[in-house]
């Protein structure tokens, strides 16, 4: 997961971190066998985003490539599953969603030391601010149906005809999901524990609404986590799959408007600011447009569902100070976000009262 304390701190490639270096002139050889098209020299460069699974630019003569790896190091069950990701971006690919094109998979931890996925670099502009700063009013609001589109767009996939029927087992999402974060928490001592969170995981138990729904969902739908085109208000890859399963649309959805309560020095969110005079749509204009676009009246329950997502984001950031704590967190950023996870809590359990 990547966060948002400006551009500069998570955009960009640095050399290769100490820690996260590889074996490059195996990795040469394998794409050589691997990547269609692919001709070296290879240079290797490190994302400075992309907490949970390093990500690295490899540039060629001709063109460049974005790998991601599992981390190295003791890994929770489950985590890190670079397979899963590769598996959606090739399903979204054949269904017309905006994805980066998977080249190869590698699940021989022999060639670099752990698994690993080759993808197209798509070039074009991330935006780390949520307000826009560097896009003109008048834009602003195609910027954000644009992104409302896209979400739209990804909940009606028919993920069983783009062979992603096995990719999660629909049905109780909710329960399932604040099982799993429940007890990544309960169970990572390192990190200890918070009252907050504790308030909110008994409440979300307690009041999971009722009536079910599937669809693939991206789990991590942020405006930091697309490349839009370099000129036109449009999504030109939805990038960070790695918490994406089938899930329920509206948890997904209610994840990326999350934005509208979401302090900014957290990740890109628009807390605070004057949606009016920025000429950007409030949550009510936006819940609206996702609405017609999926053929819905409205969404009841939407409390539960954001309580639910700071609830899960917490969780996800309690994680990083599990792995701050033992020495296996990949970002540069990630003492930084194990320190926000009291507050992320704190607007969870908020969204309760």
């Excluded at 209610?254 to 020095?265: I, K, L, T, V, W």
């Amino acid at each position: 997961m990547s966060g948002g304390n400006g551009q500069d701190e998570n955009s960009g490639t640095t050399p290769v971190r100490a820690g996260f270096a590889f074996d490059e002139a195996s990795l040469a050889r394998w794409m050589a066998d691997h990547v269609p098209g692919f001709a070296g020299p290879l240079t290797v460069e490190q994302f400075r985003g992309g907490q949970s699974n390093p990500t690295y630019k490899l540039v060629t003569p001709g063109r460049s490539y974005v790998l991601r790896r599992k981390p190295s190091g003791q890994l929770l069950k489950g985590a890190h599953a670079v397979e899963r990701e590769a598996k959606v971006l090739t399903g979204l690919e054949k269904a017309g969603f905006p994805v980066a094109h998977v080249h190869a998979l590698c699940t021989d931890d022999a060639v670099i030391g752990t698994w690993f996925y080759i993808m197209d670099m798509v070039e074009g502009r991330v935006f780390w601010d949520a307000t826009l700063p560097g896009i003109a009013a008048a834009d602003r609001p195609a910027y954000y149906d644009a992104m409302n589109a896209t979400i739209a767009a990804l909940h009606q996939v028919d993920y069983a005809a783009v062979g992603l029927a096995d990719y999660g087992r629909p049905g109780n999402y909710f329960e399932r999901q604040i099982g799993r974060w429940s007890q990544q928490y309960l169970d990572d001592a390192d990190a200890g524990r918070d009252p907050d969170m504790d308030r909110v995981i008994d409440w979300l138990r307690a009041n999971i609404p009722p009536g079910d729904e599937t669809a693939i969902v991206h789990g991590d739908f942020r405006i930091d986590n697309m490349i839009f085109h370099p000129s036109e208000p449009r999504v030109l890859a939805v990038l960070d799959w790695e918490l994406s399963t089938l899930g329920h649309p509206l948890a997904d959805f209610a994840y990326h408007a999350m934005m509208y309560h979401m302090p900014p020095h957290i990740v890109a969110g628009l807390a605070g600011a004057d949606l009016k005079a920025l000429n950007i749509p409030d949550e009510e204009s936006y819940i609206a447009a996702y609405c017609a676009r999926t053929g819905r009246v409205s969404i009841p329950n939407y409390r539960f569902y954001t309580a639910f997502n700071f609830f899960r984001m917490a969780a996800i950031f309690h994680g990083i100070k599990g792995r701050v704590i033992r020495g296996t967190a990949a970002s540069a950023q990630a003492a930084q976000r194990a320190k926000m996870f009291p507050e992320l809590a704190r607007i969870a359990w908020a969204q309760v009262g």
